[in-house]
């Protein structure tokens, strides 16, 4: 075999170590341009902040609730008192109040970021029902479906940003966790094997968020100082918006009032 000649050696070894550099200072990413870096996170000083609190009321006269019929499935109808349960479209209180009403910061926060929990928040399956119907978590947190029944369900997310899920869940007390990785409100929940169950779940990246009990309240506290547009879901109502502006040590108080949409 023929030698190679030092010279060409020698330029070989020049070329490789300035493409390799070349190549090691280029941004990432296929467009050229690497990601930009997560925000840090910040410590908040609680005499700085202020709280959201308010009622979400409904005006107009919602239909009826239906009769859902559970005997299609013996296992079903064996957990509950006649077999039979009411729709959940609109919890309305004595004054109107209405329940199950996603709320959430919508603008304000730009530039923040806050710790993500640990904790999972969690959806449970108690005689073929979801409980809570509507339910909130952030982006990372874990979020947990427990089947309490001891028969099958069927998980199935319709995400249209996150990525969807299907699971089946066979047994009593199995648990299955998945992790949402982008906002996204809301994301429909549904059991394949029981068509009348439904849930919602509302993904944010911030903890300013609740869900309305009976009486229509809600509370976002440890708020920066600030204006911020408030917004509010309903799986029938549809969704509406507010402004408030928080004081260091304040409370400003906000009222949304759905109207029942027309037939």
Same mark, same amino acid.
């Given at each position: 075999m023929a030698a190679v000649p030092r010279a060409s050696v020698s330029l070989r070894l020049v070329l490789a170590a300035v493409f390799g550099a070349s190549v090691a200072a280029a941004p990432a990413g296929c467009g050229g341009a690497s990601a930009p870096p997560a925000p840090a996170t910040a410590a908040i000083d609680p005499a700085t902040t202020g709280t959201i609190a308010g009622t979400v009321r409904?005006?107009?006269?919602?239909?009826?609730? #239906?009769?859902?019929?559970?005997?299609?499935?013996?296992? @079903?109808?064996?957990?509950?008192?006649?077999?039979?349960?009411?729709?959940?479209?609109?919890?309305?209180?004595? /004054?109107?109040?209405?329940?199950?009403?996603?709320?959430?910061?919508?603008?304000?926060?730009?530039?923040?970021?806050?710790?993500?929990?640990?904790?999972?928040?969690?959806? /449970? #399956? #108690? #005689? @073929?029902?979801?409980t809570p119907r509507v339910v909130g978590v952030r982006v990372g947190q874990p979020f947990q479906v427990l089947n309490s029944d001891p028969l099958l369900h069927n998980v199935r997310a319709d995400s249209t940003i996150n990525e969807p899920f299907n699971q089946g869940q066979p047994v009593q007390g199995v648990r299955f966790s998945h992790t949402f990785s982008t906002e996204e409100v809301m994301v429909p929940v549904k059991c394949d094997v029981h068509a009348w169950m439904r849930a919602w779940v509302g993904v944010v990246d911030h903890p300013y968020f609740a869900v309305t009990g009976l009486d229509g309240a809600f509370s976002l506290p440890n708020l920066p100082a600030g204006t911020y547009t408030v917004a509010a879901w309903h799986e029938a109502a549809g969704t509406m918006t507010g402004t408030a502006t928080v004081a260091a040590q304040g409370t400003a108080t906000l009222t949304l009032n759905f109207k029942v949409p027309a037939a």
């Open positions: 409904l005006e107009g006269t919602p239909p009826d609730a #239906q009769m859902i019929r559970m005997d299609g499935d013996k296992r @079903c109808a064996s957990l509950v008192p006649g077999a039979t349960r009411a729709t959940e479209s609109y919890i309305v209180g004595a /004054d109107g109040t209405l329940a199950n009403v996603f709320v959430h910061v919508t603008s304000g926060l730009e530039g923040r970021s806050f710790p993500v929990p640990e904790t999972p928040a969690v959806l /449970d #399956q #108690q #005689q @073929c029902w979801y």
